[in-house]
């Protein structure tokens, strides 16, 4: 069974940071491409960066320069280090992987609040 979840969530100030992680489980991690969405208050999920299993990067206009995936393929672990952060980036940030199931497989989310 897949699953994944989500940490390092939390409250900090215009400027700060965080480092979210997600720990995949049930998969063979280094062969998929791993995503970290999110969504706040009011709005729909959007796509914040993908890393591939090359490792190759895409990120929103929104984030770039900021936030910075990663992945550790010996801890089955994806990161998300954002700098900067802006009170915009209030969110619940989902990691998801794209199997043969529609949709994919979802953690459970992890808060970040941005706020002074």
């Known amino acids: 069974q897949v699953q994944l979840v989500e940490s390092g969530g939390g409250s900090v100030q215009p400027g700060g940071s965080l480092r979210l992680s997600c720990a995949a489980s049930?998969?063979?991690?280094?062969?998929?491409?791993m995503h970290w969405y999110r969504q706040a208050p009011g709005k729909e999920r959007e796509l914040v960066a993908s890393i591939t299993s090359e490792s190759s990067t895409k990120y929103a206009d929104s984030v770039k320069g900021r936030f910075t995936i990663g992945r550790d393929n010996a801890k089955n672990t994806v990161y998300l280090q954002m700098i900067d952060l802006k009170p915009e980036d209030t969110a619940v940030y989902y990691c998801?992987?794209?199997?043969?199931?529609?949709?994919?497989?979802w953690g459970q989310g992890t808060l970040v609040t941005v706020d002074s």
């Open positions: 998801n992987v794209l199997t043969t199931l529609p949709g994919g497989y």
């Open positions: 049930g998969i063979i991690f280094r062969l998929y491409t």
